[in-house]
């Protein structure tokens, strides 16, 4: 075992491995482990350009001897003889002889620190029982490795971030979370600890985290390298704040992404998009963006209008511009077989491969299709290129990046392989490259109002404009409980930018009374998200599948209406009521997303969040705070008028329905009838709700 000073950090060999821990970004450290002669070099989402930093290195030698040795409490039981310190602001790494890492805060505190049991050599406080702390385990007959990371766990601590589970948890100590997303799951391997660190997993292949009480353990069945970042923070904001800085920040978000979204399971046709937007403008009703969903094309890898269906897309989208609204277009990524680009991209190896069988995705539903490579640049180019022909020059500059996991069925991640290479180990940066191929594309036209709608997200993804929804969430009051820790997980992941299906993706009828109430419910909270967008497939569909029969083609019918008129009159006069307050709002959005652009601080966040102080913040799961000024608790239960909220301590709060001031500390009854969200606004600031 070797432990030394080398260039600006700390190098730790032992046998083939060679650890190295170096200054990265504001009060942050990397520690990256190979055992390959020549590691792997990629920074993933440590992509944005640091300064080179010249941390202070020292050497020191400690007694150990003393059994009131008044070190960490963990490091008395671990660490013998000469140590290295590395410091750089608020964060310090320490290593011991051995090679047994855990790092400090400005006061000495621990952060975090390794769980080290496998000693070189017996002291009396040695716990020899054979488990090291970091392992990268040889596949044999491969270059390959497994690799297991532990670390000790803290019965003190709340862990917050990780991305997007359907698991109404906010809190993700004691939680077992697989790395690798799906439908309705992004994972995003960050997280902001209570303790007062944030820490990255940078790495995008496929494994798990445990983060038990006895341990955190990372798994990994196949990678090159172990790679994580960790920084410390007094506050969540300055550890938001510097994660931001070393993977991106998101842009200003764009004017049109602040007003109403209007989507449904499906327009099929260019009139049925007209005729909603211009009823929608006839009724006096605010309205940003409107979306045509999937399968308004003729084959999936042809990105372009069938034009049975919308025979004058140009013209569609010059009205709707003079109306004031903007449209947006889905993207698939899968590619038919019959489709004009399936030859060429296939010949150019542009397309997801497998290493056994045929490379189709799986699902065999409306053709047999297999997706297109996002991780290759030449395959980001030729996929913009068409949406560019077929798309952009027609007028449409924002783009709804669906099936963004990829959605592949089944998810056998041994068996597929990318330009970037295996599935295993790197299919988590699918969704971020997607997203950026579409940005580069945008950003060479001049354009500056990016945002691209995107079903999935990795670390990093925040930085080229990805809007990201919860996937396919079913319409349910379970459903619409879920969706709140989902999109405070994410906003604590550095993910700004996120909304869902409001009123839920799958099922919902709009004639049941049942669900009409959920959706007044769930349309309300979505004026006080990211973006304010109405979706969903509703039920009863009109038709499944159509078979063309002069082609051959299948198309799709669509599901029932979802337009604010579509819930009842009662549940019109709530709808449209909301936005109008989400227009009174957009001055405080605006200032909310400039913040969230310069910043890297959630859109929408947990209380403690902006109460840190406030012990009892930290274990709120039903309010949360809209930018600065504003907390939001969304009624998750049917047939209620009022609705239990927790205020933080350090101001006073005026309640929005009723104008009543409370002093923060406390639990209060807020009034909830049907038509009212309970909003509290900061006393002292002059934001109008209701």
Not at 63 to 82: A, F, I, L, N, V
Not at 442 to 454: H, Y
Request: hydrophobic letters at 35%; aromatic letters at 14%; charged letters at 25%.
């Amino acid at each position: 075992m070797t432990v030394k000073q080398e260039g600006n950090g700390i190098l730790i060999h032992y046998g083939v491995n060679n650890l190295k821990v170096t200054p990265w970004g504001k009060d942050g450290i990397r520690v990256q482990m190979s055992a390959e002669a020549v590691p792997d070099t990629r920074d993933f989402a440590l992509s944005e350009p640091v300064p080179e930093i010249i941390p202070e290195i020292t050497s020191e030698e400690v007694d150990m001897t003393d059994p009131w040795y008044q070190g960490p409490e963990w490091s008395r039981y671990h660490m013998t003889g000469k140590i290295m310190r590395l410091k750089n602001g608020k964060i310090t790494a320490v290593v011991n002889e051995e090679g047994w890492l855990h790092f400090e805060n400005e006061k000495g505190e621990v952060l975090l620190s390794e769980y080290w049991r496998n000693r070189n050599r017996v002291s009396r406080y040695a716990v020899p029982i054979g488990v090291p702390a970091r392992e990268l385990k040889p596949i044999p007959g491969s270059s390959d490795y497994r690799l297991t990371a532990i670390f000790e766990a803290d019965d003190r601590e709340h862990i917050f971030g990780m991305g997007q589970y359907q698991d109404g948890k906010l809190d993700k100590k004691g939680m077992v979370l697989d790395l690798q997303h799906k439908n309705s799951q992004a994972s995003i391997p960050f997280y902001v600890s209570s303790l007062g660190y944030g820490f990255l997993w940078n790495n995008p292949a496929v494994g798990e985290v445990h983060f038990g009480t006895n341990r955190t353990e990372w798994r990994i069945p196949s990678t090159k390298k172990l790679d994580y970042w960790i920084t410390a923070g007094d506050t969540p904001a300055d550890i938001l704040y510097n994660y931001s800085e070393v993977t991106g920040r998101t842009p200003m978000m764009p004017e049109y992404g602040m007003g109403f979204w209007q989507c449904k399971l499906r327009y099929k046709t260019q009139d049925q998009v007209l005729e909603v937007a211009r009823e929608h403008k006839r009724r006096g009703l605010p309205m940003d963006v409107i979306v045509v969903d999937f399968f308004h094309w003729t084959l999936q890898g042809n990105w372009e209008f069938d034009p049975e269906c919308f025979p004058d897309p140009e013209a569609m989208i010059r009205e709707l511009k003079e109306l004031g609204i903007e449209t947006v277009v889905s993207i698939w990524p899968t590619v038919d077989e019959r489709s004009r680009n399936y030859g060429p991209m296939a010949d150019r190896g542009l397309l997801m491969r497998t290493d056994r069988g045929h490379a189709t995705s799986g699902s065999g539903w409306m053709g047999s299709t297999v997706y297109y490579d996002a991780t290759n640049p030449e395959a980001q180019e030729y996929v913009w290129n068409e949406a560019k022909k077929n798309y952009y020059e027609k007028g449409v500059h924002i783009f709804w990046l669906d099936e963004a996991e990829p959605e592949i069925g089944p998810y056998e991640f041994d068996n597929w392989r990318y330009w970037a290479g295996p599935a295993q180990q790197v299919t988590n940066i699918y969704p971020k490259e997607y997203a950026r191929g579409f940005y580069n594309g945008l950003k060479a036209e001049g354009r500056d109002d990016i945002m691209s709608l995107v079903r999935c997200a990795w670390a990093g993804s925040q930085k080229f404009g990805a809007l990201t929804w919860s996937g396919d969430i079913s319409s349910s009051w379970r459903g619409f409980a879920e969706q709140l820790p989902a999109g405070l997980s994410m906003g604590m992941s550095g993910i700004p930018w996120w909304t869902c299906d409001l009123g839920g993706f799958i099922g919902g009828d709009p004639t049941d009374e049942g669900f009409r109430e959920l959706m007044a419910r769930w349309f309300a909270w979505g004026c006080f998200l990211p973006v304010f967008r109405l979706h969903g497939e509703r039920s009863p569909w009109d038709v499944k599948e159509v078979t063309i029969k002069e082609n051959g083609r299948q198309v799709l019918g669509s599901g029932a209406d979802n337009e604010v008129w579509s819930f009842g009159e009662r549940n019109y006069e709530i709808m449209s009521r909301f936005l109008f307050i989400r227009e009174n709002l957009r001055p405080y959005i605006r200032e909310v997303m400039k913040a969230a652009s310069e910043t890297g601080e959630p859109v929408i966040r947990p209380l403690f969040f902006d109460f840190p102080e406030d012990c009892e913040a930290w274990k709120q799961e039903k309010a949360y705070m809209f930018g600065p000024d504003l907390l939001v608790s969304p009624v998750t239960k049917p047939g209620v008028d009022t609705w239990e909220v927790y205020l933080p301590a350090g101001t006073n709060w005026v309640e929005s329905a009723t104008g009543k001031v409370y002093e923060g500390g406390q639990c209060v009854t807020a009034s909830a009838p049907l038509e009212i969200i309970p909003v509290f606004i900061r006393e002292g600031k002059e934001i109008k709700v209701y």
